[in-house]
Antibody, heavy 122, light 109 residues
């Protein structure tokens, strides 16, 4: 069974940092592009960052550019999101999501994790 | 940025009746349009991609249509387990961006 399991969420003060992880299983992780998508409690979905299968060409939403960095370790079947300079409006559930192909351009998300909650508050 | 707008915000439908959800993009996205179902307390689930292709395991009562800027998700005969928020998403090829509509909440009347 294909599965994505996020971890690393928690409470942090404004200006702080967190690193989220997403462990993949049940499929050949190195063959698929991945993304992070967030959802503030009771709100809609917002794409955050995406990464191709090979490790090159990551891309980030304007709202997090310069503060968040997506990366992956294909040897560990794990996707990461390093979040720095966190703000209150970054508070959300963070989902990792799999694309159906090697690249992310022009592709939807065909598998989602259960999410991890990040709360930014003083 | 391509803006995606869904309507209505809430849809109440009797069991067995048809539910029709709309999604409009601010510019053409060709057929790069997906629909997701999110039940309460769960992560989203892919229903439709490429505007009309059902994902693996999705019941045939779910169908997608449209191209360009106007799209529709139809649930032909609403079941109680279909209560959820439904999101459409465009995934334009270049520049790479993925934007979601604000969601339509489907309730059983």
């Amino acid at each position: 069974e294909m599965r994505l399991v996020e971890s690393g969420g928690g409470s942090v003060v404004p200006g702080g940092s967190l690193r989220l992880s997403c462990a993949a299983s049940g499929f050949t992780f190195r063959n698929y592009a991945m993304s992070w998508v967030r959802q503030a409690p009771g709100k809609g979905l917002e794409w955050v960052a995406g990464h191709t299968a090979s490790g090159g060409s990551p891309t980030h939403a304007d709202s997090v550019k310069g503060r968040f960095t997506i990366s992956r370790d294909n040897s560990k079947n794990t996707l990461y999101l390093q979040m720095n300079s966190l703000r209150a409006d970054d508070s959300a559930f963070y989902f990792c999501a799999k694309h159906p192909g090697f690249d992310y351009r022009g592709y939807h998300f065909d598998l989602w994790g259960q999410g991890t909650l990040v709360t930014v508050s003083s | 940025e391509i803006v995606v707008t869904q309507s209505p915000a809430t849809l109440s439908v009797s069991p067995g009746e048809r539910a029709t959800l709309s999604c409009r993009a601010s510019q053409s996205v060709r057929n790069y349009l997906a629909w997701y179902q999110q039940k309460h307390g769960q992560s989203p689930r892919l229903l439709i991609y490429g505007a009309f292709t059902r994902a693996t395991g999705v019941p045939a009562r779910f169908s997608g249509s449209g191209s360009g800027t106007d799209f529709t998700l139809t649930i032909s005969s609403l079941q109680s387990e279909d209560v959820a928020v439904y999101y459409c998403q465009q995934y334009n090829n270049w520049p790479p961006e993925w934007t979601f509509g604000q969601g339509t909440k489907v309730e059983v009347k």
